[in-house]
């Protein structure tokens, strides 16, 4: 079956039922527009590009800056699955670590920043892996940190635990939460990206 608008809302409803998330659209959030000029002002990312074009989890809730099902060159439906996924293992950093001590550490780490989004870029690899046979560019993908306000020796870092997964997804293996269980809806669904 092929992957539809319909088929990406469905996806994500899964994907919440499973995590107990819940999405937002991030223009229209008090929190992300408190968020992004605090990020702003220390640095760690522009205000609007950051309302704009990221993808932000907080607390089990997810906040877009798309419509869920609704393709657009920014958000193709193929892209807004794979960030379901991405920011759900987000939503299991945080389950994992306790929200608090999670918020602390990205919010005021670059390495710790660095590191968390190293793990669920390891979904991006997962996914990528499961749908085409490929690994995605690695260089390309933790490029994305200096939007990120991570430092070099951090973003470098990341790259290494990534090229080090690559190598372990490249096997057939998926070890990531989110990833397992979006790649069991996918399958049991016949969809393929």
């Not at 550490?105 to 590191?115: E, V």
């Amino acid at each position: 079956m092929k992957l539809t608008p319909e088929v990406v809302r469905d996806f994500w409803a899964h994907m919440q039922r499973q995590f107990e998330s819940k999405v937002e659209q991030k223009q229209s959030s008090a929190t992300m527009q408190i968020a992004a000029t605090f990020l702003d002002l220390i640095d760690v990312q522009d205000r609007d590009q950051f309302m704009k074009d990221f993808v932000t989890t907080v607390g089990g809730t997810i906040y877009i800056p798309f419509e869920i099902g609704v393709e657009s060159d920014q958000w193709p439906l193929w892209v807004q699955l794979r960030i379901c996924v991405h920011e759900h293992q987000h939503v299991v950093q945080g389950g994992r670590e306790g929200w608090a001590t999670f918020g602390a550490r990205y919010l005021t780490s670059s390495s710790w920043r660095a590191g968390y989004e190293a793990e669920a870029y390891g979904c991006d690899l997962e996914m990528e892996f499961w749908r085409t046979g490929q690994i995605i560019d690695l260089d390309q993908r933790v490029a994305s940190l200096k939007h990120y306000g991570c430092k070099a020796e951090d973003i470098t870092q990341a790259r290494d635990t990534l090229a080090i997964r690559a190598g372990v997804v490249a096997q057939g293996v998926v070890e990531n939460r989110a990833s397992i269980v979006a790649i069991e809806w996918l399958d049991a669904a016949k969809i393929k990206g």
